[in-house]
């Protein structure tokens, strides 16, 4: 012993071998695997003191005295120093982290009768400074220096191991000196190999060596391929593990140092600085990454990113701190690593988390590895190859348990994916389908099927957008006459049905016709567009409006037939409304509009078919101005009426006068009442008219009276006044006012106007005549009533259409209609009038078909009431029926 303070100081350097194992299972496995390969390497020894010329190894605890500098000591001081302050060495040695110098005597007796050449191993490759002294009889003979703080070359054998050859001959001792200094933990595995037996185990070790590393890399290699396919983090984090862990493997095993760096010793020292704390940033990185700490438990992952950080600011530390300073932070920090990720594992397990399964079993395969270790260093496990290698072996399965469980997130999140995909797309099925029947039910009528208004709307602009050249387009509005009625008898279920077969055979009437616009082809093709209620529209393209109109024959004729409906036969009235455009600039919603105001008017049309002008519009500039002016004239008395005289044929005397309305427009001129008097019944101002005209007609009757003149005065009256319930009061009351008999005012009510609410007409008609007011139905002809319903009107007389009239002289049809329904109305007892009669054939031919009244130019023009009586002052016909 040199002095008393370098013993004790040897002795609280020299830490058992435990030490480190306990070490490594608190810190982060890698680290562990460091330490923990240390111990590994110090195996026990076994007593023989002279050399056993048959073992293949021997350990050389027993040969070997131990002595610790207090200042550098040279080999001639070393030989001198008493013999008391050697002191034998421990079992297996390991003095911690120590930087004296430690001088190390072995005594090497060969007895044998053979020299033997042995190896001397020194089995920790990481030691800084190694001398080695060979003394014979107190003579230096052999003087070597090694390290791994020198260049490969400098050692005698290459090998990761400190290697010197020895020859010991035969019956001689030989005293060997190794002075060894080191930064690092002060580790020396000394042992003595019969040169086969050494390069057998070396090679041996290399080959498990390799297979470890190799299973690293491909580990790295698989998961660089999985991270480069799904561009995930976890993946990289985990190459950046294992590759950390194959690097400090390599550097502790001396492995890169011998193959790939020899000549740079520098590097091997910093490298293993670096990569400690580099694999705990990786490890940190990849356990939050893996667990998905940032999205599930911040606090974990802000952890995580902390311990990171302090690692990787280690990492760059390394490269500059003094060695010992460096593996001391280093090693501090392994604590927090590996606690915080033990903890989060466990943590996460506890919540259930798959994830944490795989990660913690990973780590506890480490710690096994480790736990195996310790157990054979205490002798308590034996000594096989799985318990001896515990530690690589743990951090293999570690590192493939990893593996595993990264691929089984990958499974998962792919099968998660997929799923999602699945879901996704059934979703979308659904939505498809729901769509569709929301479009359908949105863009068709829910009673028909048929397409609604904007639907048909929406087609035929596209269609105008994208079809060819059409010189003429219109638009036709079928509407159902008295479905009201329908409703009313049959219920609304059967009425419900019924528009249901009306609608459909309109559809097959229109795919007929010439021109028609397909709005769609499937289920099956429909030209017709449900507008709403009762109301049907299609369209129709062509070259002139006569064209287009001859087009829908097939559609009014088809409609014209009486439906079968529930073993009934019912005949279906109708009217249709038609606006027409010119070339592609089809604007479907006015043309719609335009045609509902045509069909407004029906009733001031000759024929089925109401065709729009733009006078029918109730909204144009020109028909509001009217509208207040025509008000103002009513106002002012600036209104004029007119009379037309009709005769008696058979008595040739003037059996009435026809009061037609004259509006003097102090800008336009005279305004026909075909233009004003249908703005009139949509304004509400007809009412105040017909009252103005029926005041005037009996004032113009009581002239009359004063000629000594018994003739009737005709005044047209409107749908519009049939439906107000005290207009047959008001009549009366007119009629007492101006002292005028009933009977000498005669009611004009055109077919369509009776047939526009039959119910109040049919009232409001009987009304009237019940107070004896004459009734005639006016326009015959050219509605669609059928006879049968005009024979419950209690109408006196019938006024056959001028249209028929007009022509009938050199119109052989006309003149069969004229006669057909003269012959017609007098078998059911009506006195029939002919207007529009122009010339004295018609006259005649009239006459001898037995009509009773004629009107028209030919007789007379309507005249202001001045001219009328004037004209009756010198009129052929006579004034007065003389009764016989
Ligand atoms: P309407 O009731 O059919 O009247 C007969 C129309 O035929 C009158 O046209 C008359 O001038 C015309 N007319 C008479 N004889 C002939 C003839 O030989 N040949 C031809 N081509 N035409 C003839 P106006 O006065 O222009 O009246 C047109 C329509 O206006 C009337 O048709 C009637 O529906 C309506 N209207 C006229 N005045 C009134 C009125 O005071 N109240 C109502 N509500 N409507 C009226
Ligand atoms: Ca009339
Ligand atoms: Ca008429």
């Known amino acids: 012993m040199l002095n008393g303070k370098t013993v004790s100081q040897h002795q609280s350097c020299i830490r058992p071998w435990w030490h480190n194992i306990i070490v490594g299972v608190l810190l982060t496995p890698v680290s562990g695997v460091a330490l923990i390969l240390l111990s590994l390497l110090t195996l026990p020894a076994i007593a023989a003191q002279p050399i056993n010329p048959t073992s293949a190894q021997q350990p050389l605890t027993l040969q070997t005295d131990i002595l610790i500098e207090s200042q550098p000591l040279t080999l001639k001081d070393i030989m001198q120093v008493p013999e008391s302050d050697w002191q034998p060495a421990p079992e297996d040695i390991n003095q911690g982290y120590d930087s004296r110098g430690h001088w190390f005597r072995i005594q090497l007796d060969n007895k044998s009768g053979q020299n033997l050449d042995r190896l001397l191993e020194i089995a920790y490759p990481l030691l800084d400074f190694i001398e080695f002294y060979e003394v014979s009889r107190g003579q230096l003979i052999r003087k070597i220096i090694t390290g791994d703080e020198l260049p490969f070359s400098a050692r005698p054998i290459a090998n990761t191991s400190f290697v010197i050859p020895l020859a010991l001959d035969a019956a001689s001792t030989k005293t060997v000196y190794l002075r060894i200094q080191t930064q690092g933990t002060l580790l020396v595995p000394l042992a003595l190999w019969q040169d086969t037996a050494f390069w057998a185990a070396s090679s041996q070790q290399t080959v498990w060596r390799s297979m470890f590393y190799g299973i690293l890399l491909v580990m790295a290699a698989f998961n660089l391929f999985l991270f480069l396919s799904i561009r995930e983090r976890a993946y990289f984090y985990y190459v ?414 003037v059996a009435g006068f026809e009061a037609l309305i004259r509006w003097q427009h102090p800008e336009h001129g005279l305004v026909p009442p075909d233009e004003f008097i249908p703005m009139a019944e949509q304004t509400g101002l007809i009412k105040p008219v017909t009252r103005w005209v029926i005041v005037r007609a009996l004032q113009f009757c009581k002239s009359l009276d004063q000629l000594e003149c018994d003739a009737t005065v005709s005044v047209n009256i409107s749908a519009i006044n049939l439906r107000e319930p005290d207009f047959c009061a008001e009549v009366c009351e007119l009629l007492n006012a101006n002292h005028v008999a009933a009977q000498r005012l005669v009611l004009e009510v055109t077919e369509s106007a009776a047939m526009a609410d039959p119910a109040h007409s049919l009232a409001v008609l009987s009304a009237l005549r019940k107070a004896h007011v004459r009734l005639s139905i006016d326009d015959f002809g050219t509605g669609h009533s059928s006879l049968s319903y005009i024979r419950k009107l209690p109408v006196n007389e019938i006024k056959i259409d001028r249209s028929f009239v007009t022509e009938m002289s050199h119109n052989q049809g006309d003149e069969t209609i004229v006669r057909t329904t003269l012959n017609m109305c007098h078998d059911l007892g009506y006195e029939v009038v002919a207007e529009g009669v122009e010339n004295a054939e018609t006259q005649t031919l009239l006459s001898e078909m037995g009509c009773d009244v004629i009107q028209g130019y030919h007789i007379a023009r309507p005249m202001a009431p001045d001219a009328a009586l004037a004209w009756l002052e010198v009129t052929e016909w006579a004034r007065r029926h003389i009764p016989d």
């Open 240 to 653: 950046v593990v294992v590759l950390s862990i194959l690097v400090l493997m390599m550097s502790l095993h001396g492995f890169s140092f011998q193959y790939l760096y020899p000549a740079w010793p520098r590097i091997n020292d910093r490298l293993l600085l670096f990569i400690v704390p580099f694999s705990q940033l990786s490890l940190c990185l990849f356990a939050s990454e893996f667990l998905m700490l940032k999205k599930r438990h911040i606090y974990w992952h802000r952890t995580f990113l902390i311990l990171a950080g302090v690692a990787g600011v280690m990492a760059i530390a390394s490269l500059f701190l003094p060695y010992a300073l460096s593996t001391r932070a280093s090693v501090a920090l392994a604590l927090p690593v590996s606690l915080a990720n033990l903890a989060a594992g466990v943590a996460l397990l506890i919540q259930g988390e798959k994830n944490a399964r795989f990660f913690s079993v990973a780590w506890m395969s480490l710690l096994l590895g480790v736990l195996a270790t310790v157990l054979h260093q205490f002798g308590l496990l034996p000594s096989v190859f799985i318990v001896e290698n515990g530690i690589p072996l743990g951090a293999s399965i570690q590192a493939l348990l990893f593996s595993f469980a990264l691929a089984d997130r990958y499974n998962r999140s792919k099968e998660a994916y997929f799923r999602a995909k699945e879901n996704q797309l059934e979703a979308l099925k659904r939505q498809q389908a729901t769509e569709a029947a929301l479009y359908r039910a949105s863009s068709h009528h829910e009673l028909t099927g048929l397409p609604n208004r904007a639907l048909f709307e929406s087609i035929i602009k596209s269609d105008a957008q994208q079809g060819e050249k059409t010189k003429l387009s219109a638009l036709f509005l079928v509407h159902l006459l008295h479905f009201d009625d329908v409703n009313k008898t049959l219920g609304h279920e059967y009425a419900d049905q019924l528009l249901t077969q009306c609608a459909r055979r309109l559809n097959t009437l229109a795919n007929q016709c010439a021109g028609i616009a397909i709005l769609e082809e499937a289920p099956e093709p429909s030209a017709i567009a449900h507008v709403e209620g009762v109301s049907f529209t299609f369209m129709l393209t062509g070259d002139t409006r006569k064209e287009i109109i001859e087009a829908t024959r097939p559609l009014t004729e088809g409609l014209s037939n009486p439906i079968e409906f529930l073993g009934l036969t019912l005949e279906q009235q109708f009217v249709v409304g038609c606006s027409f455009a010119e070339g592609n600039d089809v604007a479907p919603s006015s043309l719609l509009r335009e045609a509902f105001i045509a069909f407004d008017q029906h009733h001031h049309f000759h024929g089925q078919i109401a065709i729009y002008h733009p006078e029918m519009n109730p909204y144009s500039p020109r028909r509001l101005m009217l509208m207040t002016d025509l008000r103002e004239a009513l106002r002012t008395d600036n209104l004029a009426l007119h009379f037309q005289p009709q005769i008696h044929l058979q008595s040739r005397r």
